[in-house]
């Protein structure tokens, strides 16, 4: 891919490193290879979501979401429909659409990406509008986000923050009463959890979490039955092993759309790293290949 401008937005508090000398390098590394970079540094998600919108109605054919998921979430929600194509610095802690894209975390390679690899279509998910770009969940992991981002106010680091909010919502340990209209079908439930995954993600020992397409055109939906919490860690410890797709107490659907009620008024919902609140039903559907994303190069 030849790219001539690129407009690289910068979460600046995205993940545990220094996001503004990694703003300089970029500068360094852009120049270095010809091509013209305008770097703006938002210190806030609502900053993120501002710079995104003016760069989406700007010039530049070349928008990099340089963050974490959620940063690259929000600027990939502008980028769709437009001519614009995305590109991606992983910046933050996890990085889960980086990975499965195959963009490399160091700095420098993930930079080398944007001036050297080509660009592909991807899909993207939506719940009521709300794009996103990897999953989206209810019940325990909304409240595992919240805590985490409460005690990472406190001054905690990103995974002792992570830990701690993990036992949080354990000793709360919410039940949600759902209706499932998917394929077809209306499943009731009482579950601590429902996830629904842009795409497919393994549930095999050596790749779970992680997907091995991303423009397969379909949604997955992973929900447990009504559950204790020592048998939902051992469902936890048998996805570990490989073990879960089979358990009686899990249950895996595939479909490109599916519709949640509760009777619930207003539900907290998760995706990609950021916590909302709904008011159900929740309309969750995939867009094929909507997204224009650039991706390293065979050979690199």
């Not at 700095?107 to 989206?136: K, P």
Request: hydrophobic residues 45%.
């Amino acid at each position: 891919m030849s790219v001539a401008a690129v407009k690289i937005i910068v979460s600046a508090g995205a993940g545990p490193g220094d996001n503004i000398k990694a703003a300089e390098r970029l500068a360094a590394i852009f120049k270095d290879s010809g091509i013209d970079v305008d770097i703006s540094i938002a210190q806030s998600g609502a900053e993120v979501n501002e710079l995104a919108r003016d760069a989406a109605r700007s010039l530049h054919k070349v928008i990099v979401a340089a963050g974490g998921d959620g940063t690259v979430s929000s600027i990939a929600a502008t980028v769709i429909d437009t001519d614009k194509t995305l590109g991606v610095l992983p910046l933050g802690t996890l990085n889960h659409f980086a990975l499965d894209l195959g963009i490399p975390f160091n700095l420098e390679a993930a930079a080398h990406t944007i001036v050297t690899g080509f660009t592909t279509e991807v899909d993207v998910a939506e719940v009521n509008n709300r794009i996103f770009l990897n999953n989206s969940s209810l019940g325990l992991y909304p409240i595992i986000v919240r805590e985490r981002q409460k005690r990472e106010r406190l001054g905690f680091g990103k995974w002792p923050a992570f830990f701690w909010a993990i036992i949080q919502a354990f000793r709360r340990y919410p039940l949600l009463d759902v209706r499932l209209r998917v394929n077809g079908e209306l499943l009731e439930r009482t579950t601590p959890f429902v996830f629904v995954g842009n795409n497919e993600y393994a549930m095999d020992l050596l790749n779970i979490g992680l997907r091995e397409r991303l423009d397969k055109g379909v949604l997955s939906i992973y929900i447990t039955h009504r559950t204790g919490r020592l048998r939902l860690i051992g469902l936890a410890l048998r996805a570990v092993f490989g073990r879960l797709r089979n358990d009686k107490d899990f249950l895996a659907l595939r479909s490109n759309e599916v519709k949640i009620q509760s009777a619930h008024k207003r539900l907290r919902v998760a995706f990609d790293g950021e916590i909302t609140v709904m008011e159900p039903p929740l309309e969750y559907r995939v867009r094929p290949r909507t997204l224009r994303v650039i991706v390293p190069a065979e050979s690199d």
